[in-house]
């Protein structure tokens, strides 16, 4: 049973450039919750999606969008990378129904230089 | 404001030492309560919850946590750690009528052999 995917691992960009990461939720999860973790920092919540919607967003400027797919997959898109962006984002996935324990993925470093 | 406490960031403790890491919250309502850890090169994987009922709970690997209402706390404990308990501990809280987790800003444990 494979867990919480994401992809890529690590990612380099640019001041003013644009990221998109991927996640794939753990099988027979429908909920997917994106995370920013800052180095030294714990994890931040982004926003969640359930049937592809955004159900609840954090405090995060709308330069952060997401999306998730009909398979529940997600997205998660950055836009105008500032240098404070740079951070490990994790994927959290879990069953809408029942208790909300979240698992988590191994994350994408993104380092904008 | 919503938010956890974790006020030990650095632990270091040799092996068969105690362990208790301590963690305040502030959220108004009832709570769910978790502690994940996050070892050296993997994702966050899920220590133990408490939801409701008796409030001390076990959670894997010899870890127990015990929720005390009065005090906002949930302190993480083990009785006797060992070399592979090195890892980074992060609690976190999140309300019934919301889906995000809120954590702390972690505690690096270190055990020497």
């Known amino acids: 049973d494979a867990g919480v995917t994401q992809s890529p691992t690590h990612l380099i960009k640019t001041r003013g450039q644009q990221v998109t990461l991927r996640c794939s939720p753990k099988?027979?999860?429908?909920?997917v919750s994106w995370y920013q973790q800052a180095l030294g920092q714990g994890p931040q919540f982004i926003f969640q999606y359930y049937e592809e919607e955004e159900r609840q967003r954090g405090n995060f400027p709308d330069r952060f969008s997401g999306h998730q797919f009909p398979n529940y997959s997600s997205e998660l898109n950055v836009n105008a990378l500032l240098l404070g962006d740079s951070a490990l984002y994790l994927c959290?996935?879990?069953?809408?129904?029942?208790?909300?324990?979240?698992?988590f993925g191994p994350g994408t470093r993104l380092t904008v230089l | 404001a919503q938010s956890v406490s974790q006020h030990n960031h650095h632990v270091i403790l040799s092996e068969a030492a105690s362990l208790e890491l301590g963690c305040n919250y502030s959220y108004g309502g009832t709570v769910n309560l978790f502690w994940y850890v996050q070892y050296p090169g993997q994702h966050l994987q899920l220590l133990l919850k408490y939801f409701s009922g008796d409030p001390l709970v076990k959670g894997i690997k010899g870890f127990e946590a015990e929720f005390i209402k009065s005090k906002f706390s949930f302190n993480l404990r083990k009785p006797s750690v060992q070399w592979s308990d090195t890892a980074e501990y992060f609690c976190?809280?999140?309300?019934?009528?919301?889906?995000?987790?809120?954590f702390g800003s972690g505690t690096r444990l270190l055990v020497r052999p």
């Open positions: 099988s027979g999860h429908d909920t």
């Open positions: 976190a809280v999140n309300g019934d009528s919301s889906y995000k987790l809120i």
């Open positions: 959290a996935s879990r069953r809408t129904s029942g208790y909300n324990e979240q698992f």
